[in-house]
């Protein structure tokens, strides 16, 4: 049974930084996709940042690129994002999420491509 736990959440001023972290378990997690995901208050869901553990390619949303990094950990099985120059526009619920291994089914961006995911750490940024 694959379980994905989120820490690291927290609040910080604009300008600070938080690094999520996702630990993972129940599978192996060295070739699939895992992503974060953040949900705003009567937002929908939507999709921060991706990577391919096997080959380590990175996908970013607008909003973030050149601010947030996504990586893995050396045993592939904890996912992290460092978030740089946060802005309240990043408050939200963050979510790991980790698709089935081998099926990259629909885009990284999509809810619909991920089969796993954790009950999310909050992110509060104030002005």
């Known amino acids: 049974q694959v379980q994905l736990v989120e820490s ?5 001023e604009a300008g600070g930084s938080l690094r999520l972290s996702c630990a993972a378990s129940g599978s192996t997690f060295s070739s699939r996709r895992m992503a974060w995901f953040r949900q705003a208050p009567g937002k929908e869901r939507e999709g921060v940042a991706a990577i391919y553990t096997g080959s380590g390619s ?3 949303a607008d909003a ?11 045993a592939k099985n904890t996912l992290y994002l460092q978030m740089n120059s946060l802005k309240p526009e990043d ?6 999420a980790a698709d ?4 990259f089914f629909g885009s990284w ?11 999310g ?3 509060t940024v104030s002005s």
Request: proline share 2%; glycine share 16%.
């Open 121 to 123: 750490t909050q992110v």
């Open 8 to 12: 690291g959440g927290g609040s910080v």
């Open 64 to 74: 973030v690129k050149g601010r947030f990094t996504i990586s893995q950990g050396d």
């Open 58 to 60: 990175t996908f970013y």
């Open 91 to 96: 408050t939200a619920m963050y979510y790991c």
């Open 100 to 103: 089935v291994p081998g099926s």
């Open 109 to 119: 961006y999509e809810q619909r491509s991920y089969t796993y995911w954790g009950q």
